[in-house]
């Protein structure tokens, strides 16, 4: 079972900065945090992951809450291009040989 | 360009007609692993590899059959496909030991069984 809880679906106009929530309460001390997205129907691609610091990369930022509870998700100035279902997972490294996908967020990025 | 190649990326085929759906990739990664995606299931994983003849099963195993004979490929065999089986499969690649293990997705095969 997913171990994260995500909104169904997510607005945001382009240009915006888009901010994804992702609450994941029950996160042990050596999982990461990790971050999908899904354009249509493509493969899933990675776009940021985490321990417990803020994480910046070319595609978008990552706030990670003190606790580790919760994360957030910030495309910084988002396009067309980035509609698409956006996965947050939680996985630790030692563990299970899979991620676990949820339903994710559907995120429209309207003109 | 680091890519995972999936063949073909359409089948659809009849029941009980064995098919392979092909899988490479070119970064020299040790695990593979594939996955089938429905409507409001979401992603689940088939199998897995961790490397050359070392493969396991995920959560949705029944119907299918893999083999890694090389580091590279990654084929998964339906021997009697059923209907059921009409999925978007993925296939995935990732190198081991360490936080920066991203998976490498593959474009998918839509599969049709009739």
């Known amino acids: 079972d997913a171990k994260t809880t995500q909104p169904t679906s997510m607005d945001c106009a382009e240009g915006r900065a888009a901010n994804l929530p992702c609450n994941h309460s029950t996160i042990s001390g050596n999982e990461y945090v990790y971050w999908y997205r899904q354009i249509h129907s493509q493969g899933p691609q990675y776009i940021i992951h985490?321990?417990?610091n803020n994480e910046t990369n070319e595609m978008a930022s990552l706030i990670i809450t003190e606790d580790r509870k919760s994360s957030t998700l910030i495309l910084p100035h988002a396009t067309l291009r980035d509609t698409a279902v956006y996965y947050c997972i939680v996985r630790d490294l030692q563990g299970a040989q899979k991620l676990v996908f949820g339903q994710g967020t559907r995120l429209t990025i309207n003109p | 360009e680091a890519q995972v190649t999936q063949n073909p990326r359409y089948l659809i085929t009849v029941t009980g007609k064995k098919l392979t759906v092909t899988c490479s990739q070119n970064m020299n990664h040790e695990y593979m692993s594939w996955y089938r995606q429905d409507p409001g299931l979401g992603l689940r994983q088939i199998y897995y590899?961790?490397?050359?003849?070392?493969?396991d099963k995920g959560d949705v195993p029944e119907g299918y059959k893999v083999s890694r004979k090389e580091k590279r490929n990654f084929p998964l065999i339906l021997e009697s496909p059923s209907p059921n089986q009409t999925s978007l499969y993925f296939c995935?690649?990732?190198?081991?030991?360490?936080?920066?293990?991203?998976?490498?997705f593959g474009s998918g095969t839509q599969l049709s069984v009739l």
């Open positions: 995935a690649s990732r190198s081991t030991g360490g936080a920066n293990e991203k998976l490498f």
């Open positions: 985490g321990l417990k």
């Open positions: 590899s961790m490397n050359v003849e070392v493969t």
